[in-house]
């Protein structure tokens, strides 16, 4: 009789113990994601954000692609395809600049003045694309990259996502560091799409080059 009231006793506290977890837990916010119509994870409480370095969607900063193919030739699937224009000998689209990376992962895109050096205790003056002049300490820079002439048009630069295994060796190769693969979670992670050629990302824009000869044109006609 002693046990059989214990076991009654155990039994009703383990569903007791059950009942308080899951009253608890009630009242915490939804862990689950009505996804894809539900993308706006970052705003969640209760996600955390994925790490740095991640390997997320490829992106093509185009403006500083030199279409060097070398992210195409070393795609082991053929995910990446490109169409080319070579400019006329001695022309190109745009003179060398400098890629620089801050070690808060932002970039700055510009001509650093004169032949300063990147040397500890040492600040670099930068002229920016847009003419603005940023100076930056040692201890803010990440590392340089020299972004070569652009000496092609690009007609056509597409990534099928669909096919990429985030192997990242795109990256890798890239001379100028444009095309990268998203860390963070807001642009990084979210795929879903309805019809799959959506996933074949189009980073080819002509209509910059037209802006480009505008500006070269404005500026023979000044001098
Ligand atoms: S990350 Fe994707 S696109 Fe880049 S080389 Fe690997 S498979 Fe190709
Ligand atoms: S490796 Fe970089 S610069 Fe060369 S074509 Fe690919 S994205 Fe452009």
């Known amino acids: 009789m002693r046990q059989y009231l214990a076991n009654i006793y155990l039994g009703v506290y383990t569903a ?6 899951t009253f608890k837990q009630l009242l915490q916010p939804s862990v689950t994601h009505q996804y894809p119509y539900e993308h706006s994870f970052e705003k969640k409480k ?9 390997r997320g969607k490829l992106d093509n900063r185009i403006e500083d692609c030199i279409g060097c193919r070398k992210c195409e030739i070393i795609c082991p699937v ?3 395809t490109m169409t080319t224009r070579k400019l006329p000998k001695g022309e190109r689209l745009w003179d060398s600049m400098s ?23 040492t600040t670099i003056t930068i002229k920016t ?13 990440d590392r340089i990259v020299e972004r070569k002439p ?5 007609d056509q630069f597409d990534i099928d996502m669909s ?14 560091e444009c095309l990268t693969m998203i860390d963070n979670l807001k642009d990084g992670i979210a795929y879903s799409t309805f019809d799959r050629t959506d996933l074949i990302y189009l980073f080819a ?16 006609a000044a001098d």
Do not use: W
């Open 150 to 154: 652009v000496i092609f048009y690009l």
């Open 46 to 54: 209760n996600v955390r954000d994925i790490p740095k370095g991640y």
């Open 129 to 141: 694309r847009d003419e603005r002049t940023v100076s930056l300490s040692s201890e803010e820079v």
């Open 78 to 80: 053929d995910c990446i």
């Open 16 to 21: 007791l113990v059950g009942m308080r977890i």
């Open 205 to 220: 824009a002509p209509e910059m080059y037209d802006q480009q000869t505008e500006a070269s044109d404005e500026a023979e």
């Open 163 to 176: 096919l990429c295994m985030y192997c990242g060796l795109c990256t890798e190769v890239c001379p100028t």
């Open 99 to 121: 890629v620089v990376h801050l070690k808060d992962r932002t970039e700055i895109v510009g001509n650093i003045e004169g032949d300063e050096k990147l040397v500890p205790d």
